[in-house]
């Protein structure tokens, strides 16, 4: 009975809600043509002439006229597609298993775990490089790694290395919450058809999780290509060996050549882009890390 | 035949305790319980999903306790029905036989069948998501009886079906259980499915079997109050036994109803609302009770009516054309009758001990 009151009430209330509605979400459309102000601010430079004051032309077309900024911009563009693919195919290969364990198993010191795997997102990317440097120079395993291994300290490897650090862990977070959205009780059903464990995850599991999989090797990919602490700490900013887009972005910009820099900027920026319309498309969540 | 011994399991808020069944080869058991009751885990523990504290399952007098789900050979439709949402009907039903490596053929001519019997030939090329909850329920039956199982575990399958559909579905269950002689385990919070299908019933109260019989034992005589009120006898009243003569009396305030070979002492009494008859002449005489009606609610084909004796109130059923033919409305006087026969008892001293799992030794019916 105390439901029929309410039910006229409530639709009452609707009209009242107006202002409220009006304001919350005046914060948010202000908060939204923040964030496209700034980016559009720096496509309208890139595009505007004479910004420097050279004879009308536009920042942009430096690019143009400039032979060693494109290559050393292309070089830049291809050195971070290549690292970021190795690395995030790298770490999707670990966090496909390493997720699941942390989706279906219950261990002792789980929140230990848990904090753990979060450490190399939430520590300052900087900072992430000079522990991986002081780890593979100053310990007598990473050391060993280093010297007869893999070269690690101020080589393209270590851009991966760099990016890889941070990137696993942030896959690792992404498809666990892919697995958890997987009823555990289709591998159940499948094994009990007479699917081995194993056959269950492998005809089951892996499928439903393909997209989401997907999804999350794009989103590691963009977290990778735009890394940069731990790159610079790690492999150093050499340009033509080590300067990756990011990289490149600061060096470019300290040494006065703005527009290189922007255009850099701009071009992460259109990256991002479609790497979270693709990622939205695959049915990701609104998860960042 | 399934032979379950002193199951213990603990799993999350869930405590199964001293589980013990046994389960006739072929035989449709229903396990009928509030939900809630666990009656999930012990389903899930059966078919190999959970791994008991203790005890020991048989399946045809081989244990199967430490058995993996994939060696034990039974088949289990959960109340969501799983079914594979990346894969067609067609390959949902197949995907046991695809496990067992079974030639195309034989899977081809087996779907081809199973969907024949279920009525789903049409839908084969269909995913999941596209299906109706009746249509799901069917592709789920003909995937786990395309592996031939030993026995068919049925978690509610009737939770996501419409009521129109769900009789019709218990007739075909039943149909199609009768057909494949598969000995099959069906939980059910609802009494009315479980009277459609069920040849032995057992009652579920936490965490236990506190009753094991065929449906008409369970319903006409429970052994406690519990199973009483789940199977639907809505009047249980406590009172007591009294020797008179050569028979006994139950006596509760200024009620007095004969009964039948019971032993003195408190006892509950139990009698079902279908068991009362409606008299319209209101002449008292034993076992007969002057009253009136007090409510009357539709339900459907029959009223549930409530009747007021003296303190007492009762509930019983009566037909539409039973209603009519006495010109039964509220507070018109009536005479209820209610014979020995339809009297169930339940001695006090039964229910003060903890209810106990009672073994089951009788074979079918």
Not at chain 1, 47 to 51: I, N, Q, R, S
Not at chain 2, 128 to 131: H, K, V
């Given at each position: 009975?105390?439901?029929?009151?309410?039910?006229?009430?409530?639709?009452?209330?609707?009209?009242?809600?107006?202002?409220?509605?009006?304001?919350?979400?005046?914060?948010?459309?202000?908060?939204v043509?923040f964030?496209?102000?700034?980016?559009?601010?720096?496509?309208f430079?890139l595009?505007?002439?004479?910004?420097e004051?050279?004879?009308?032309?536009?920042?942009?077309?430096?690019?143009?006229?400039?032979?060693?900024?494109?290559?050393?911009?292309?070089?830049?563009l291809?050195?971070?597609?290549?690292?970021?693919?190795?690395?995030?195919?790298?770490?999707?290969?670990?966090a496909i298993?390493?997720?699941?364990?942390l989706s279906r198993?219950?261990?002792?010191?789980?929140?230990?775990?848990?904090?753990?795997?979060?450490?190399?997102?939430?520590?300052?990317?900087?900072?992430?490089?000079?522990?991986?440097?002081v780890?593979?120079r100053?310990?007598?395993?990473g050391?060993?790694?280093?010297?007869?291994?893999?070269?690690?300290?101020?080589t393209?490897?270590?851009?991966?290395?760099?990016?890889?650090?941070?990137a696993?862990?942030?896959?690792?977070?992404?498809?666990?919450a892919?697995f958890?959205q997987?009823n555990?009780?289709f591998?159940?059903?499948a094994?009990?058809?007479?699917?081995?464990?194993?056959?269950?995850?492998w005809?089951?599991?892996?499928?439903?999780?393909r997209?989401?999989?997907?999804?999350?090797?794009?989103?590691?990919?963009?977290?990778?290509?735009?890394?940069?602490g731990?790159?610079?700490?790690?492999?150093?900013?050499?340009?033509?060996?080590?300067?990756?887009?990011?990289?490149s972005a600061?060096?470019?910009?300290?040494?006065?050549?703005?527009?290189?820099?922007?255009?850099?900027?701009v071009?992460?920026i259109?990256?991002?882009?479609?790497t979270?319309?693709?990622?939205?498309?695959?049915?990701?969540?609104?998860?960042?890390w | 035949?399934i032979?379950?011994r002193?199951?213990?399991?603990?799993?999350?808020?869930?405590?199964l305790?001293?589980?013990?069944?046994?389960?006739?080869?072929?035989?449709?058991f229903?396990?009928?319980?509030?939900?809630?009751?666990?009656?999930?885990?012990?389903?899930?523990?059966?078919?190999g999903?959970?791994?008991?504290?203790?005890g020991?399952?048989?399946?045809?007098?081989?244990?199967?306790?430490?058995?993996?789900?994939?060696?034990?050979?039974?088949?289990?439709?959960p109340?969501?029905?799983?079914?594979?949402?990346?894969l067609?009907?067609?390959?949902n039903?197949?995907?046991?036989?695809?496990?067992?490596?079974m030639?195309?053929?034989?899977?081809?001519?087996?779907?081809?069948?199973?969907?024949?019997?279920l009525?789903?030939?049409?839908?084969?090329?269909?995913r999941?998501?596209?299906?109706s909850?009746?249509?799901?329920?069917?592709?789920?039956?003909a995937?786990?009886?395309?592996?031939?199982?030993?026995?068919l575990?049925?978690?509610?399958?009737?939770?996501?079906?419409?009521?129109?559909?769900?009789?019709?579905?218990?007739?075909?269950l039943?149909?199609?259980q009768?057909?494949f002689?598969?000995t099959?385990?069906?939980?059910?919070?609802?009494?009315?499915?479980?009277?459609?299908?069920?040849?032995?019933?057992?009652?579920?109260?936490?965490?236990?079997?506190?009753?094991?019989?065929?449906?008409?034992?369970?319903?006409?005589?429970?052994?406690?109050?519990?199973?009483?009120d789940?199977?639907?006898?809505?009047n249980?009243?406590?009172?007591?036994v009294?020797?008179?003569?050569?028979?006994?009396?139950?006596?509760?305030?200024d009620?007095?109803?004969?009964?039948?070979?019971?032993?003195?002492?408190?006892?509950?009494l139990?009698?079902?609302?279908?068991?009362?008859?409606?008299?319209?002449?209101?002449a008292?005489?034993?076992?007969?009770?002057?009253?009136?009606?007090?409510?009357?609610?539709?339900?459907?084909?029959?009223?549930?009516?409530?009747?007021?004796?003296g303190?007492?109130?009762?509930?019983?059923?009566?037909?539409?054309r039973e209603?009519?033919?006495?010109?039964?409305?509220?507070?018109?006087?009536v005479?209820?009758?209610?014979?020995?026969?339809?009297?169930?008892?339940?001695?006090?001293?039964?229910?003060?001990l903890p209810?106990?799992?009672?073994?089951?030794?009788?074979?079918?019916?």
């Open positions: 009975m105390a439901h029929d009151v309410l039910v006229p009430a409530t639709a009452g209330g609707h009209r009242r809600d107006t202002p409220l509605k009006l304001v919350l979400s005046s914060v948010l459309f202000l908060y043509g964030i496209l102000l700034v980016i559009l601010a720096n496509v430079w595009g505007h002439p004479g910004a004051g050279d004879e009308g032309y536009s920042p942009v077309s430096a690019l143009f006229t400039n032979p060693m900024m494109r290559s050393g911009l292309w070089f830049s291809r050195l971070s597609l290549v690292t970021t693919l190795i690395t995030a195919s790298l770490a999707t290969l670990l298993p390493s997720a699941y364990a198993y219950r261990f002792r010191l789980m929140p230990l775990l848990d904090t753990i795997i979060d450490l190399p997102i939430v520590i300052p990317p900087l900072i992430a490089g000079l522990v991986l440097l780890f593979f100053q310990s007598t395993l050391r060993f790694i280093d010297e007869h291994v893999l070269n690690i300290v101020y393209q490897t270590g851009i991966v290395v760099g990016q890889f650090f941070v696993s862990a942030f896959a690792v977070r992404a498809l666990k892919i958890d997987i555990p009780r591998e159940g059903v094994r009990t058809l007479g699917c081995s464990a194993w056959g269950a995850i005809r089951v599991t892996l499928p439903l999780a997209n989401g999989i997907a999804a999350g090797f794009i989103m590691t990919w963009a977290r990778a290509l735009g890394e940069f731990p790159i610079l700490m790690l492999a150093g900013a050499t340009p033509g060996k080590t300067d990756v887009l990011p990289v600061f060096l470019n910009m300290s040494t006065g050549n703005v527009e290189i820099a922007v255009t850099i900027a071009m992460m259109g990256i991002a882009t479609i979270l319309i693709l990622f939205k498309r695959l049915g990701g969540q609104g998860y960042i | 035949m032979d379950i002193n199951l213990d399991i603990t799993l999350g808020e869930f405590n305790r001293q589980i013990n069944l046994r389960i006739p080869e072929g035989a449709y229903v396990i009928l319980g509030p939900t809630g009751a666990g009656k999930t885990v012990l389903l899930e523990c059966i078919v999903l959970h791994q008991p504290d203790a020991q399952i048989f399946l045809n007098q081989q244990e199967v306790t430490l058995l993996k789900p994939e060696e034990r050979r039974l088949s289990y439709v109340q969501d029905y799983c079914l594979f949402p990346h067609t009907a067609y390959e039903i197949a995907f046991g036989m695809r496990s067992a490596k030639p195309a053929a034989v899977i081809a001519e087996t779907v081809a069948r199973l969907a024949g019997m009525h789903i030939t049409a839908l084969l090329r269909r999941p998501l596209t299906l909850g009746g249509e799901k329920q069917r592709v789920a039956l995937r786990a009886l395309a592996v031939r199982p030993r026995v575990l049925l978690d509610e399958p009737m939770a996501a079906v419409d009521e129109r559909t769900r009789e019709e579905m218990c007739e075909e039943k149909a199609l009768r057909e002689g598969t099959t385990i069906h939980v059910s919070h609802n009494f009315e499915e479980t009277l459609a299908v069920a040849d032995l019933i057992g009652i579920f109260q936490d965490g236990r079997i506190v009753q094991v019989g065929d449906p008409r034992t369970v319903f006409h005589q429970p052994v406690s109050e519990f199973v009483a789940f199977t639907g006898a809505r249980i009243l406590r009172g007591e009294k020797a008179a003569g050569n028979g006994a009396v139950f006596h509760l305030d009620l007095r109803l004969r009964v039948d070979g019971a032993c003195p002492g408190p006892a509950t139990v009698v079902r609302p279908e068991s009362i008859r409606l008299l319209a002449d209101a008292s005489d034993e076992n007969r009770l002057c009253g009136a009606v007090v409510r009357m609610v539709d339900k459907g084909p029959t009223y549930k009516i409530d009747v007021a004796t303190a007492v109130s009762w509930v019983l059923l009566a037909s539409k209603a009519a033919d006495l010109a039964l409305a509220p507070g018109r006087p005479t209820l009758d209610i014979p020995p026969s339809a009297i169930h008892l339940i001695p006090a001293e039964d229910q003060a209810p106990s799992p009672i073994l089951l030794e009788s074979v079918m019916p």
